[in-house]
Antibody, heavy 121, light 111 residues
Framework: QVQLVQSGAEVKKPGASVKVSCKAS????????IHWLRQAPGQGFQWMGI????????RHAQKFQGRVTMTSDSSTNTVYMELSSLKSDDTAVYYC??????????????WGQGTLVTVSS | QSVLTQPPSVSGAPGQRVTISCSGS?????????VHWYQQLPGTAPKLLIY???NRPSGVPDRFSASKSGTSASLAITGLQAEDEADFFC???????????FGGGTKVTVL
């Protein structure tokens, strides 16, 4: 069965960076891209970006311009999302998600368990 | 502030029918992009409930149904059960964001 397993919770100080991993299993890693989303406490979801695990091409939301880096490692079926220059309002649960269809115009039928990132001085 | 607008909460007695609205604009639902729905239990990742406006993934009870019209969509839950207490979110593609947009979520309470 398809599984996305994310790394554990992180506590960071403002200005620091955080790197979250997402290890995929149960399907051929290169046949689906992976999206990253986040959910601030009590809020809806915010789409952050997408990575093509075949070659590492990425696209991200304008809001995260210059702060987000997504990478993939096909040798371990793992994708990574690094967010830099953290601020308190980056405190959220970060999710990786596999889409139902390839591309940006899609839905998400498999999700990681989420990684809580807390930004606090 | 979410791109798609949902009511914060709805409630109903067991067995009743409740509906959740999702209002968008010409850059998302109104542009013809599909609407999808998710159920999120406390402390867990979302679960896909409806995709492509009205399609249920395998395993989702037919008590859940959805539709789309114009710039809005709605999710209906018939025969409300205690286990349906959760947050529900709508999602669509938004051309201004060049990515997915979500509603702020609706908490369903079973009275």
């Amino acid at each position: 069965q398809v599984q996305l397993v994310q790394s554990g919770a992180e506590v960071k100080k403002p200005g620091a960076s955080v790197k979250v991993s997402c290890k995929a299993s149960g399907y051929t890693f290169t046949t689906y891209n992976i999206h990253w989303l986040r959910q601030a406490p009590g809020q809806g979801f915010q789409w952050m970006g997408i990575i093509d695990p075949r070659g590492g091409d990425t696209r991200h939301a304008q809001k995260f311009q210059g702060r987000v880096t997504m990478t993939s490692d096909s040798s371990t079926n793992t994708v990574y999302m690094e967010l830099s220059s953290l601020k308190s309002d980056d405190t959220a649960v970060y999710y990786c998600a596999r889409p139902g269809v390839w591309g940006l115009i899609t839905y998400f039928d498999h999700w990681g368990q989420g990684t809580l990132v807390t930004v606090s001085s | 502030q979410s791109v798609l607008t949902q009511p914060p909460s709805v409630s109903g007695a067991p067995g009743q029918r409740v509906t959740i609205s999702c209002s968008g604009s010409s850059s998302n639902i109104g542009a013809g992009y599909d609407v999808h729905w998710y159920q999120q239990l406390p402390g867990t990742a979302p679960k896909l409930l409806i995709y492509g406006n009205s399609n249920r993934p395998s395993g989702v009870p037919d008590r859940f149904s959805a539709s789309k019209s114009g710039t809005s969509a709605s999710l209906a839950i018939t025969g409300l059960q205690a286990e349906d207490e959760a947050d529900f979110f709508c999602q669509s593609y938004d051309s201004r964001l060049s990515g997915s947009a979500f509603g702020g979520g609706t908490k369903v309470t079973v009275l």
